[in-house]
């Protein structure tokens, strides 16, 4: 069994920084890539990030690309997700996930890439 529990959500301005922080336990964590989801009101839930299991290799959406950052401390158990210059459409509940294989695969933009989940956390994005 996995737990998943994010932190770091909260209500911001736009043009403002946010970290989002998930840590796992019950599993091999170092052993799995880890990924970043969100999920806006009414929409479905999309990628945002993922990162291989060293951290030495990365992959972003279109849509946050140069502004967020994902990293991961493998002796903490933990991944993170830097957001800058959040913009109102930012706004959305943020997931972890660990990938279901060992390796990035080439649809890691995939939500059944990915077999367990955290509860998520809240972004808010607004003037």
């Known amino acids: 069994q996995v737990q998943l529990v994010e932190s770091g959500g909260g209500l911001v301005q736009p043009g403002d920084s946010l970290r989002l922080s998930c840590a796992a336990s019950?599993?091999?964590?170092?052993?799995?890539?880890m990924g970043w989801f969100r999920q806006a009101p009414g929409k479905e839930r999309e990628f945002v990030a993922t990162i291989n299991r060293s951290g030495g290799l990365t992959y972003y959406a279109d849509s946050v690309k140069g502004r967020f950052a994902i990293s991961r401390d493998n002796a903490q158990n933990t991944v993170y997700l830097q957001m800058n210059s959040l913009k109102p459409e930012d706004t959305a509940i943020y997931y972890c996930a660990v990938n279901r294989r060992t390796y990035v695969s080439a649809t890691y933009y995939e939500k059944d890439e990915y077999s367990y989940w955290g509860q998520g956390t809240q972004v808010t994005v607004s003037s």
């Open positions: 019950g599993r091999a964590f170092s052993n799995y890539p």
